[in-house]
């Protein structure tokens, strides 16, 4: 067959793939209405100035059209529904239908904020039930569930802080976080005004005791640390960390991003813990990313109760509850109404569909999946840190990368695997880093196709390098330009006269400007 008839036979697969522009013709419409049986009203007329005139450059197409190509792009992405998410730190777990179905509840669904609190009982049962869910779970005292993310909750818990050391005369100056901490760490001290004081790890992977014990002093409001930490080990010495931080005065803020290694087995309150936040978007089983919006809740302990964001729910004597917004202490409000509430209905659907048995198991099986991946992977890429490894693995690609084969390329080369890359160069303690977590959710068969693809690509750096360094070659498009995509998105569809140029390639440069290098047609 000539390249002439491959194009001819294959022509429907290069219509598929066709902008929505491309399709439209003017008149096709997606609905069909009966007959107007009222007099017809000039909308235009009836809204005034608000009415919009001029309706942009719109497609017109088919419901059929419509229907193939949103449901043809959905397919270009890759989800937690097509397969295993092994992101290291991000708890990519399977998201239950039934979280889905609780939420959709007409009463919840529907529930308004501003209706009266009398009639929204329902809703501020949901709360208060969740919030003594975790405040059980992770061993504190009191919690807000108003923050919206990780990151945000991060920024309550420090204001927190600020505020308490502040009703004490002098809120401090500086944070101290270890050089193993997420990224949003020294961000949120930043943002809450405090100065960063890197804090070094030791050749185990976890807090240095003689250096916070050197560091530590009365200019340091407290430490943030992520426990179990970024290379996924449990910092043994946290009481002591603890200890060294409560005798100067201090706080110790734990990043809870990580607690699917802890819950049900050890509680942050219990070890020595002031004030943390939860991803409800991770360890609760809410949707992650572009499924939702999140949700991180701060709990602390009772001296930083007095701060807490307002309203905070109250329970009446009649049994009833209700909103206080008498706190005078209060840092504020850090979210509109009560925090992404249809959240909350999910994750305590998670954490009663499972029951405390439930969670525990699903913390003993997030930490056996990561166990069993460092035992099979071992040898294959190089363990750094030898520390047992809690819910996730951190490898470094040292081996391969005597050959040119860094960890973004076995990344992009696992994606022609069929899975979502692991964390990649991250945490930076190690030079190379592969961070692999592949939570409860997985099987014994799920892994065990990992592990082979894992190995394949090991096998593979040693015979042909340039396969692995130019993947992947199964995609759509193969290397982006990430950095555009993360500096310079391009969020909207905005339609653009075909030119020569980028005729081909022009939905795909327009949805990020990402320019494709290696497409394959
Ligand atoms: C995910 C994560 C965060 C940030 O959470 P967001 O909800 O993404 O803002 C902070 N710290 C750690 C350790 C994390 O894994």
Redesign the pocket.
């Known amino acids: 067959m000539s390249d002439q008839d491959i194009k001819k036979a294959t022509r429907h697969v290069n219509q598929n793939e066709a902008l929505i522009f491309e399709r439209s013709s003017p008149g096709k419409k997606a609905y069909r209405l009966p007959p107007l049986d009222v007099p017809a009203v000039d909308v235009g007329k009836a809204l005034g100035s608000v009415a919009r005139r001029d309706l942009g450059d719109m497609p017109e197409v088919s419901e059929m059209e419509i229907i193939r190509h949103f449901t043809r792009i959905s397919t270009w992405n890759y989800a937690i529904d097509l397969g295993m998410y092994p992101l290291g730190?991000?708890?990519m777990k399977y998201n239950a239908r039934v979280n889905e179905f609780v939420a959709r509840l007409r009463g919840l669904a529907e529930a308004h904020p501003y209706q009266p609190e009398r009639i929204s009982q329902g809703a501020l049962r949901v709360m208060k039930v969740l919030s003594d869910c975790l405040l059980d779970i992770t061993g504190m005292d009191a919690i807000t569930l108003q923050p919206a993310?990780?990151?945000?909750?991060?920024m309550t818990g420090i204001l927190l802080m600020h505020a308490y050391l502040q009703s004490k005369g002098n809120p401090r100056k500086k944070i101290l976080i270890p050089d193993s901490?997420?990224?949003?760490?020294p961000a949120t001290a930043a943002i809450c005004g405090y100065a960063v004081e890197n804090l070094k790890s030791n050749s185990h992977g976890m807090v240095d005791i003689a250096a916070l014990e050197s560091q530590m002093n009365e200019d340091i409001a407290g430490l943030m640390l992520?426990n179990p930490n970024?290379l996924g080990i449990f910092e043994q010495e946290i009481h002591k960390i603890a200890d060294i931080l409560h005798r100067k005065g201090g706080l110790l803020y734990m990043?809870g991003?990580?607690m699917n290694a802890l819950v049900g087995k050890t509680r942050p309150g219990d070890f020595g813990v002031d004030v943390m936040?939860l991803?409800l978007?991770?360890t609760f089983s809410t949707p992650h990313g572009g499924g939702g919006p999140?949700s991180?809740p701060v709990a602390c302990k009772k001296i930083l109760e007095p701060f807490l964001p307002k309203p905070v729910i109250t329970e009446n004597a009649d049994g009833t509850l209700g909103f206080d917004y008498d706190r005078p202490q209060s840092v504020g409000r850090v979210r509109m109404f009560f925090g992404n509430f249809g959240m909350h209905v999910r994750a305590l659907a998670y954490i009663m569909a499972n029951g405390p048995d439930g969670l525990r198991q699903t913390t003993e099986d997030a930490v056996l999946n990561a166990n069993y991946i460092r035992a099979r992977l071992n040898g294959d890429y190089e363990l750094p840190y030898k520390s047992p490894s809690m819910h996730e693995v951190v490898f470094s690609d040292r081996l391969q990368a005597q050959r040119g084969v860094k960890t973004g390329d076995i990344a992009k080369r696992l994606i022609d695997y069929g899975f979502h890359p692991y964390t990649v160069s991250f945490p930076l303690v190690v030079p190379g880093a592969l961070m692999i977590e592949p939570t409860e959710s997985e099987s014994l068969e799920e892994l065990d196709l990992f592990v082979d693809a894992m190995q394949s690509i090991a096998r593979e750096a040693e015979e042909d390098p340039e396969l692995i360094k130019t993947a992947p070659h199964t995609t759509r498009v193969s290397r982006l330009d990430e950095t555009s995509a993360a500096r310079k998105p391009v969020l909207r569809w905005k339609k653009e006269e075909p030119t020569a140029k980028n005729a081909k390639n022009s939905e795909l440069v327009s949805a990020g400007e990402l320019v494709p290098s290696g497409r394959r047609d």
């Open positions: 730190s991000c708890t993310a990780g990151a945000h909750g991060e901490a997420h990224g949003t760490n992520t970024t990043d991003a990580n936040h991803n978007h991770k999140g991180g």
